[in-house]
């Protein structure tokens, strides 16, 4: 009897149902409870940030499993320096977008600064509109240990919650953009604080610049998925803004972005030939014209 190799026996015994995560085909959306299966089977799996209907599509075709509507569209699409500005109403515009987009993709809404804050009462005001208005499957806030009560009755009122740790953009004002969990005094604090979200109910936990070594560790002992940016290979999942990873981004990428195109060249190039043609009276031709 010829022996499968491992990927393919994993992805044998999920072909129906939800499949595996990635590029697998099905008539349903994936779930959290899907999520949940791939981490024990060992399964790695992509998310990308996606902010309208056109381009979540694309990378629903694609077979990505998960997208995050991040509030990183404050840098990326809405000119806003950091991802503070960015508002509730923003989030819940963009994310119900990316919801008509896709088919298959679980969908994550972030809630953005200001609105859990406060407490487990405002975070599951906020969180509401995300799934009822917007009709994402989750959400997502930042925050360990402090965020544990929100985290808590999120879950406990059936809205499914993944956490973010390590760098936190939310609050780049107090703690600036640089690497978390260095030392061995911030290294048991991220500890605690993922072992924190996993206790208050969290699918998923988002480890953002985190030493690989620490990111590792926190994988081998959570039961939940990590999803990694800048925290190495050894995470469950990887996670990158779209418009970062595709070039479309201007300026200089931190170090753990890898580009896979260059976007932003090649929309140069042809706003540049369309312009050109219409300055020199070549466009539009016969075969664009209307009679």
């Known amino acids: 009897m010829t022996q499968l190799p491992a990927a393919q ?27 949940a299966a791939a981490k024990e089977r060992g399964e790695k799996w992509p998310m990308l940030t996606a902010y309208d209907a056109m381009t979540a599509s694309v ?6 499993p998960v997208m995050l509507v991040g509030d990183s569209a404050g840098n990326c699409h809405l000119g806003y320096e950091t991802t503070v500005p960015v508002t509730l109403d923003e ?18 809404g972030d809630l953005p600064f200001g609105s859990y804050q406060e407490g487990p009462v405002q975070a599951l005001r906020s969180a509401t509109r995300l799934v009822k208005e917007a009709g994402v499957q989750a959400v997502k806030l930042e925050g360990g240990e402090r965020s544990h009560e929100q985290i808590r009755l999120l879950v406990e009122s059936g809205i499914p919650v993944m956490a973010h740790i390590g760098l936190t953009p939310q609050s780049v004002n107090a703690m600036g953009y640089r690497v978390q969990g260095r030392g061995e005094e911030a290294a048991q604090q991220l500890l605690r604080d993922a072992k924190a979200v996993q206790d208050a109910g969290a699918f998923a936990v988002v480890l953002e610049l985190v030493p690989a070594e620490l990111a590792a560790e926190v994988t081998r002992v959570l039961h939940i998925p990590t999803v990694g940016i800048g925290a190495g290979a ?22 753990f972005v890898k580009q896979y195109a260059n976007l932003r ?10 312009a050109e043609e219409v300055v020199g009276g070549t466009f539009p031709q016969e075969e664009h014209s209307v009679h």
Do not use: C, H
């Open 9 to 35: 026996t994993a992805q044998t015994k999920t072909s129906d149902g939800g499949k595996t995560l990635y590029g697998g085909k099905g008539t349903r959306r994936i779930t959290v409870r899907d999520i």
């Open 59 to 64: 990378f629903d075709e694609a077979g990505i």
């Open 91 to 108: 989030m819940t515009m963009l994310s119900a977008a990316v919801v008509r987009g896709t088919s298959r993709a679980l969908i994550v």
């Open 234 to 255: 050894e995470t469950d999942a990887q996670v990158l803004v779209w418009t970062d990873m595709l070039g479309l981004t201007g300026g200089r990428m931190p170090k």
């Open 265 to 274: 060249e090649v929309m140069g190039n042809a706003v540049k030939a369309f």
